[in-house]
Structure formats: structure tokens, C-alpha cells
């Protein structure tokens, strides 16, 4: 996977699989997007 690809996996894993579990503390959202 290129680096791109693999930032791209990682905001749709924190977009369709973290903010329907209704997270909005927005640390934990940043701490999941390192």
C-alpha cells in the first residue's frame, strides 16, 4: 500500500466504522487518526 492509500484507509476506517459508534471526543478521534 502507498502512504496515500494507506491515510485514505484509515479516514474511511475512522468515518464508517468510529463515528457511527457516536464518538465525538474529538481526542479520541485524533488519537485513532495517527
Same mark, same amino acid.
Given at each position: 500500500? +502507498?502512504?496515500f492509500?494507506? %491515510?485514505q484507509? =484509515?479516514?474511511n476506517m &475512522? %468515518?464508517?466504522q &468510529? =463515528?457511527?459508534w *457516536? *464518538?465525538? #471526543?474529538q =481526542? *479520541?478521534? #485524533? +488519537? &485513532?487518526a495517527r
Amino acid at each position: 500500500m +502507498t502512504a496515500f492509500n494507506f %491515510e485514505q484507509a =484509515r479516514f474511511n476506517m &475512522i %468515518e464508517q466504522q &468510529i =463515528r457511527p459508534w *457516536v *464518538v465525538l #471526543d474529538q =481526542r *479520541v478521534l #485524533d +488519537t &485513532i487518526a495517527r
